[in-house]
Nanobody
Framework: QVQLVESGGGTVQPGGSLRLSCTAS????????IGWFRQVPGKEREGVSC????????LYADSVKGRFTISRDNANNSTYLLMNSLNPEDTGIYYC??????????????WGQGTRVTVSS
C-alpha cells in the first residue's frame, strides 16, 4: 500500500519559517517527480514546487520563488519543503505528491493527506 505522510505544519508568525517533510512507503520516490501543492478553502489547489526524479530540474511557483526550497532524500524516501519569509498568503493545507511525469500541471498519482500551515500574527 502506497502512503505519503506529511509533517511539519503548524502556526507561525509572518516572516517565520517552517520545514515540511513527506515520507513515502510502498514506493520508491526516486523514480518519481515529487511535488508540493497547497490549497485554501474556496480556492483551487496551487502547485508550489516540484523536483524531477534526478533532482536536476526544479520548478517553483512565482509566489514562492526565492522563499521556498524543495529537496529530496532518496535514501530516506523523503522530500522536504523549506519555507522562509512566510506571509499570511502562504496559509493553507500543503500536500506532497508523486508523479511519473515532469511539471506541476501533470497528473500526480499518489498524494499525502496534507499538513496545515497557518501564518498569522
Amino acid at each position: 500500500q502506497v502512503q505519503l505522510v506529511e509533517s511539519g505544519g503548524g502556526t507561525v508568525q509572518p516572516g517565520g519559517s517552517l520545514r515540511l517533510s513527506c515520507t513515502a512507503s510502498g514506493l520508491n520516490l526516486d523514480a518519481y517527480t515529487i511535488g508540493w501543492f497547497r490549497q485554501v478553502p474556496g480556492k483551487e489547489r496551487e502547485g508550489v514546487s516540484c523536483m524531477s526524479s534526478s533532482a536536476e530540474s526544479i520548478l517553483y511557483a512565482d509566489s514562492v520563488k526565492g522563499r521556498f526550497t524543495i529537496s529530496r532524500d532518496n535514501a530516506n524516501n523523503s522530500t522536504y519543503l523549506l519555507m522562509n519569509s512566510l506571509n499570511p498568503e502562504d496559509t493553507g493545507i500543503y500536500y506532497c505528491a508523486a508523479s511519473l511525469w515532469w511539471g506541476l500541471s501533470v497528473p500526480y498519482l499518489y498524494w499525502g493527506q496534507g499538513t496545515r500551515v497557518t501564518v498569522s500574527s
